[in-house]
């Protein structure tokens, strides 16, 4: 392993943080992601500039400091105000920003949104919230740790969801939609290791956001096998309570299933998923050895000089990362962590700067745009490709208007043919999978 | 006398006193023509007698900054009329202090007396003009139309039938006259028993012509003076009524008081009644418009006329502070943690009132993230508002920029550049902002700095500039690097050569051995700039850079690139960042540590001399202490060394058409133009790119070099020079072309025709310098070089056969896929791009947006490359091991652009596209060197070999 010493990677996984305060009293509910936490002073001077601003009529939205340290504000519904804080250049703005966008869509999905505006009671709201610490803190360590469950999910930075691709997914799919009908919903995913397998058209029809968290949640924790959690779809439906029930299938793959008061888990565990997922497992058994591998098909022929790719549908806002077989001999091997990091950071550079998010404006701000630069706002020209070639590896990314690629590849391949490499890279994925 | 004279100098430290007739000549051979032609006017205009136009100037604290058009633009903007001697010059004073003045002759009484009432007429003018928009206005709708284009006609000179309209009613009419009362002072003094200031300053003759009697009467005109401001402006009407001057309303009574109040030459609006009595009135414009007001930039730097500026801004929030950390808890008063602030409107305002989120921010943010702030955003009425930190000791310096003006990844590059300018200037942060007597400075400073960053095509009138390239504005001039011109070797040896000259400070009158005593100031070096171009550089790096930094926010280069500046004498003590940074403390305490005895380390102080001449602009270090004698006090600019540089300057001026002839090539590496790329140019795009560069080389040829120009002001210097010989009453007109033009017949015997256009300078030298002692330094061309001329000539056939044969293409392949391209040396401080006009050849609807998206990139690559410097040196001194990796180190990185032709109409076909790419490169081997390229798509480039090739040319 290349990767930074553990001391280092120590600091490197507590380095963001996160605080939640009321908005209009400044009371702190929580503050997750470091093991010390800041005093009570800092905590109220970072609460009360911003509330300085806004009697000012002045929104603070980010501050950066040396050695690409940041903190940033903002307020959701006017009732709780998230603080992220990092001293860590490698978390990006867009990165923090996402993180309080990420962090208060868990909390509109575990207590609902009608919960967090109308704030009555201080004290029990902060009991409450304390159901959100396991899904907000995996959210954290997205990016900063090196678990490898969780490696390579970019779900919670790009917004589009994570997915796996499978070469005979036709078979999964009958039965995931026989599955559901007979769970009485329309909604129903197959997660393996943390992607989505498949997923029915109701399920696809879900906000990004949604589809990454709900994904999230679905990641039982180690001894569980089933779950049955109310939710509120932060977009869908952020005050009425939906029921997600997971089931464990085999290690590793989770069906998911959206639904109403109706069907109990009891039912749905004993009767239902044997009887539609039985049939099917050793198919699932092949699919988690693939997926071992590559969330790619292995119909899919990458070069060996890819490190690590990240494929983008515009349209349907879901991705799939994978990393490359990377069997260079030239130059000295990225480890893995360091591949992903790199891809994640390449993402975010790209993403910032050059191609502009495309997301819906959110429903619920939309000055919330305004809190921070599109740099790519003052080109005249639309940029389609770009390219960064540094010590360890070349970069280079394609916007076409349904895809956009991001690739890694060794430093071995010649920077005039970073080109052709990542559009057939690009083809190739796309005419073999119909991604 | 000489002795004498220098001696008075070192005590006076000002006075330019020195008679150069009755030096002895050290040179040999003296020759009428070579002497008339080496002594410079400079010189025997400012002797004995006369002093320099600029020396009232001086400031107390021995600052210069004096500027002033040159009769050719003025021409311009009066657009009419040939030159005559009369054309005023115009400058105008930088600063109300009052100046040192050294008391000689009674001819700067007049100019003192209306010095001490300037200020007061100021502060009424700003008064009044504060009400002057919406009274204007009333006047426009009750009075039917005050149009700004009048009808030129004079009653005494109307030709030609117009189909006139009689105007019953009393119609307003606004002029703008040049007015410039030094002239005064030399023609005859102004009397009022002969109408006064009036006729003596306008060229308007009241009734009757008996004086003015002091009842308040209405000044009806009844007469013009030939050549004078008002006749010329031929706006000026007889039976006109003068109503105000500059929005003050004039009577009999008032108006010799309020046009004492001009002291310098100086633009005056004049507010006139005309056709009262059926006057015939054009219903056509037969003319051009006669006036144009003085460029922007120009007004700015004089400092004047800013309110209309800052108005145009003010609804865009910006800020500068300077902030105390420290608050005195004993007695609280308002806003009393501002130590300065600017500027004072409604946006301003808003973001003064969240200090305090900047203040604690500041305190706490290191206890949070481990680091100093560097910046902050924040939404202020629904326009995001990027802020900059800068802290020095116990205060903090706050910079708010809206980020549609500057992106937040470019900020720290603006705040670096602008503190660094800061501590050039003076010293240190503190000293900026603490000492009270700056505040007006630095009001002007930041004015100029706002109005650069945020519409910095209100600055620059030239047609050519594109407008709104905000981003190639904030790229160009934050790079750590000037601007370079390559010129052709020959030139550029020669050019080299008058500069090393000028530093080798080898002036007869200023070498030690001569008067025995130490010299005022060691020159460390100089470079100059033509046309904003920086063309020969004898500073080190870091040096350049500072002088540089200072110009920019100046913006003196360009300024020198759009206009003709008459006279451009820049003087101020400067804190050069390499030298003063181990010593701040000396360099800024020197009043006290020099007055302790005993063994002081280095106590040299820094000069900074800029003189502009035309389109050059030369900046030189001057070193005091350290070998030469120590500066005490503050010392104004030394004659001296100003005449010297003026000199040098008007030596060059024979270099002027060959520069000239360098900037009208065609661009090497030649260039494409992106709409020839689209057919929707409507233009065979074969045929263009086939064509367009044997134009341009066609175009170049044909040109003549224009003999005229070429040596004509040295020749008119020269004769300006011989006849300064006798006291000319004509001083002030100074460097007008007139009285050299009129007297080239005289010593024009040697007019160059284009071949030997370069040997002026050569064939100055070798005649030798003579009767001017000294003054034209060119000891290593005291002897006729048989073979100077020669290889000269060589060199430029060579050149121009090299030009005719191949234009230097960049590109592989058939057609040339170059559209632009930066090459900054890092090194060397320097950068080549093409040039302005290169540039403005390649106009077309496409270009100019992919200039400007090119720029905007470079911002992005530029800071990939900065970010990856690691690690980075952090510039509180204090380097901690970096936790993280990022991306690591970008050496090269691109981004292709796709562009579609905009308004396509045609439903049917698909918009034809054209890619491009943008590519910058970082070589840290053998030079460190960042490279910025933006060519077409058609071509797969190695952008390493086009750097090659590229740096390759540079020659240096």
């Known amino acids: 392993m290349f990767s930074i010493p553990s001391s280092l990677g120590m600091l490197h996984s507590q380095s963001v943080q996160l605080l939640c305060l009321t908005a209009s009293s400044g009371v702190p509910l929580f503050c997750r992601g470091s093991t010390k936490q800041l005093p009570f002073s800092i905590i109220g001077s970072l609460n009360g500039v911003h509330m300085f601003g806004t009697g000012h009529d002045a929104a603070l939205s980010c501050c950066e400091t040396e050695r690409g340290g940041r903190v940033l504000w903002r307020v959701f519904h006017d009732s709780l105000m998230l603080i992220g804080i990092s001293s860590n250049a490698d978390v990006s703005e867009l990165h923090l920003r996402r993180l309080l966008e990420n962090a208060w869509n868990c909390m509109v999905l575990v207590l609902g949104l009608d919960e967090l505006a109308n704030t009555r009671n201080v004290e029990r709201l902060k009991r409450e919230l304390r159901s959100c610490y396991r899904l907000i803190d995996m959210l954290l360590e997205r990016g900063m740790d090196d678990r490898d469950g969780d490696r390579g999910l970019m779900g919670d930075l790009t917004h589009c969801a ?83 029930l997971c089931f464990q299938l085999l290690p590793g793959a989770i069906a998911c299933v959206l639904c109403g008061p109706r069907p109990s888990l009891y039912h749905v565990e004993n009767e239902q998923v044997c009887r539609f997922w039985s049939p099917v497992v050793e198919n699932l058994r092949s699919c988690l050895d693939q997926a071992k591998r590559s969330a790619l098909s292995p119909s899919v022929g990458l070069r060996r000089d890819v490190l690590a790719l990240l494929l983008i549908n515009r349209e349907s806002r879901r991705s799939v990362e994978s990393l490359g077989h990377a069997c260079s001999k030239a130059t000295p091997l990225l480890s893995p962590a360091r591949r992903w990091e790199l891809l994640r950071l390449f993402y975010t550079f790209a993403a910032t700067r050059y191609f502009s998010s495309e997301e819906s404006p959110s429903s619920e701000r939309p000055t919330a745009e305004l809190l921070h630069e599109e740099f790519s706002a003052g080109f005249t020209h639309l940029p389609v490709h770009c390219y960064l070639v540094t010590d360890e590896c070349k970069c280079y990314a394609v916007q076409t208007p349904q895809h956009q690629l991001f690739l890694l590849t060794d430093l071995s391949v010649p920077t005039f043919a970073l080109r052709s490499v990542a559009t057939h890279t690009l083809d190739a994925v796309t005419t073999a999978t119909g991604f | 006398m000489a002795y004498r004279e220098i001696g008075a100098r070192f005590e006076k430290n000002s006075a330019c006193i020195l008679n150069e007739k009755d030096e002895e000549n050290d040179v040999a051979e003296v020759s009428d023509g070579s002497d008339a032609e080496s002594s410079s006017s400079s010189y025997s205009e400012y002797s004995d007698e006369l002093e320099p136009e600029w020396l009232d100037d001086v400031q107390k604290n021995g600052e210069l900054f004096y500027l002033e058009l040159s009769e050719g633009e003025e021409e311009a903007v009066l657009s009419h009329i040939t030159a005559t001697q009369s054309a005023a010059t115009n400058h105008v004073r930088f600063s109300e202090k009052e100046a040192e003045i050294i008391t000689d002759k009674g001819s700067k009484k007049h100019a003192d007396s209306s010095r001490k009432s300037q200020p007061k007429f100021k502060k009424l003018a700003k008064i009044l003009g504060r009400n002057r928009h919406p009274s204007q206005r009333s006047r426009a709708d009750g009075k039917n139309g005050r149009t700004s284009q009048q009808p030129a006609s004079i009653l005494k000179n109307q030709s030609g039938q117009r189909t006139g309209l009689v105007v019953q009613q009393p119609y307003l009419k606004d002029v703008c006259v040049y007015i410039n009362p030094k002239r005064l002072g030399s023609i005859s003094p102004p009397t009022s028993e002969k109408g006064g200031l009036l006729e003596a300053l306008l060229g308007v003759v009241l009734r009757g012509g008996d004086g003015l009697s002091c009842n308040g009467e209405r000044l009806v005109i009844h007469g013009l003076v030939p050549h004078s401001p008002a006749s010329k402006c031929a706006q000026i009407l007889i039976g006109d009524v003068l109503v105000a001057v500059d929005d003050v309303d004039v009577t009999s009574e008032n108006i010799e008081r309020v046009l004492s109040c001009i002291s310098g030459p100086t633009q005056v609006h004049l507010t006139l009644e005309t ?156 000293s900026a902002f603490c000492e009270v007597e700056n505040a007006p400075r630095l009001d002007h400073f930041f004015c100029l700095f706002f109005q650069r960053l945020i519409q910095p095509s209100r600055l620059s009138d030239s047609p050519g500039s594109s407008p709104s390239n905000i981003s190639g504005t904030l790229f160009l001039d934050d790079l750590p690097a000037m601007r370079w011109l390559t010129l052709p070797p020959d030139i550029k040896v020669e050019v080299d050569t008058v500069l ?421 490169r970082m070589v840290l081997e053998p030079v460190p060197q960042e490279f910025y390229v933006c060519f077409h798509d058609s071509i797969s480039e190695v952008p390493v070999e086009m750097a090659f090739r590229l740096s390759f040319g540079l020659a240096m």
């Open chain 1, 162 to 244: 994570d997915c796996i691709l499978f070469p005979q997914a036709d078979l999964l799919q009958e039965t995931l939609d026989a599955f559901t009908r007979a769970a009485e919903s329309e909604f129903g995913c197959l997660l393996v290791r943390g992607r989505l397998a498949v997923a029915t058209e109701k399920w696809w029809r879900l906000a990004p956001q949604e589809l990454v968290l709900l994904s999230a949640l679905a990641n039982l924790p180690p001894g569980k096998t089933s779950c049955d959690c109310p939710v509120f779809l932060p977009q869908g439906s952020p005050n009425v309570a939906l029921r997600l």
């Open chain 2, 275 to 430: 056709g009262i009595a059926g006057t015939v009135m054009d219903s056509e414009v037969p003319r051009p418009r006669p006036t144009a007001p003085v460029s922007q930039l120009v007004r700015l730097l004089w400092g004047e006329d800013t309110t209309e500026l800052q108005m145009s801004v003010a609804h865009i929030p910006h800020i500068i502070m300077y902030l105390s950390l420290k608050l005195d808890s004993e007695s609280p008063q308002e806003e009393q943690e501002i130590l300065y602030q600017y500027p004072v409107s409604e946006a301003a305002a808003q973001l003064k009132g969240v200090r305090g989120i900047f203040l604690t921010l500041c305190d706490m943010l290191e206890n949070v993230t481990g680091g100093q702030i560097v910046s902050s955003s924040l939404l202020l009425r629904k326009q995001l508002v990027h802020v900059g930190y800068w802290k020095e000791g116990e205060n903090l310096l706050v910079i708010g920029l809206p980020s549609d003006r500057v992106p937040l990844l470019h900020l720290q590059t603006v705040i670096n550049g602008l503190v660094r300018t800061l501590r050039v200037m003076y010293g240190s942060l503190h």
């Open chain 2, 500 to 920: 090393s000259d000028f530093e080798s400070s080898d002036f007869g009158d200023m070498s030690e051995d001569f008067y025995g005593m130490r010299r005022l100031y060691v020159i460390l070096g100089s470079c100059l700039f033509y046309k904003g171009y920086l063309i020969a550089n004898h500073l080190p790096k870091e040096d350049l850079l500072d002088v540089c930094l200072y110009c920019q926010h100046y913006c003196l280069l360009c300024l020198g690139a759009e206009q003709r500046v008459g006279q451009l004498v820049v003087w101020r003590e400067v804190f050069l960042q390499r030298r003063s940074q181990p010593e701040s403390r000396t360099s800024t305490s020197t009043s006290t540590s020099t007055s302790q005895p005993g063994y002081c380390e280095s106590h040299s102080r820094f000069f900074l001399l800029v003189v502009g001449l035309r389109h050059y602009m030369q900046c030189v270090l001057l070193e005091a202490g350290g070998c030469a004698s120590l500066a005490l006090g503050s010392p104004g600019p030394d004659c001296i060394y100003v005449d010297q540089v003026k000199a040098t300057l008007l030596q060059l001026e024979s270099l002027e058409s060959a520069i000239e002839e360098r900037l009208s090539a065609p661009p090497t590496p030649s260039l494409s133009c992106a709409d020839w790329f689209l057919p929707s140019g409507g233009r065979d795009r074969q045929d263009m790119i086939g064509s367009s560069p044997i134009l341009n080389r066609l175009t170049a040829a044909i040109k003549p070099p224009s003999p005229g120009t070429i040596g004509r002001s040295l020749f008119r210097e020269a004769g300006s020079g011989l006849k300064g010989r006798k006291p000319s009453p004509q001083r002030s007109v100074s460097d007008s072309g007139s009285e050299g033009r009129s007297e080239q017949g005289d010593f024009g015997l040697r007019m160059p025709s284009a071949g030997t256009r370069r040997d002026s300078l050569g064939s100055g030298g070798s005649d030798g310098s003579g009767g001017s002692g000294g003054l034209f330094k060119i000891p290593k061309l005291k002897q006729p070089n048989p073979f100077y001329l020669g290889s000269l000539k060589k060199s430029l056939t060579e050149r121009e056969a090299e030009e005719m044969q191949n234009t230097l293409k960049l590109t592989a392949g058939l057609e040339n896929t170059l559209f632009h391209y930066i090459l900054m040396e890092t090194v060397q401080g320097i950068f080549i791009t093409p040039t302005h006009r290169e540039q403005s050849q390649l106009s077309g609807s496409i270009h100019p947006q992919l200039i400007r998206n090119f720029h905007h990139c470079c911002l992005s690559i530029r800071h990939a490359f900065q970010q990856s410097l690691l690690p980075r040196q952090d510039r509180r001194g204090t380097d901690r091991p970096h936790t993280s990796r990022g991306l690591g180190p970008v050496k090269e990185h691109g981004i292709l652009f796709q562009c579609k032709p905009e308004n396509w109409t045609d439903q049917k076909k698909p918009a034809p596209t054209m890619t491009y790419w943008v590519i910058g």
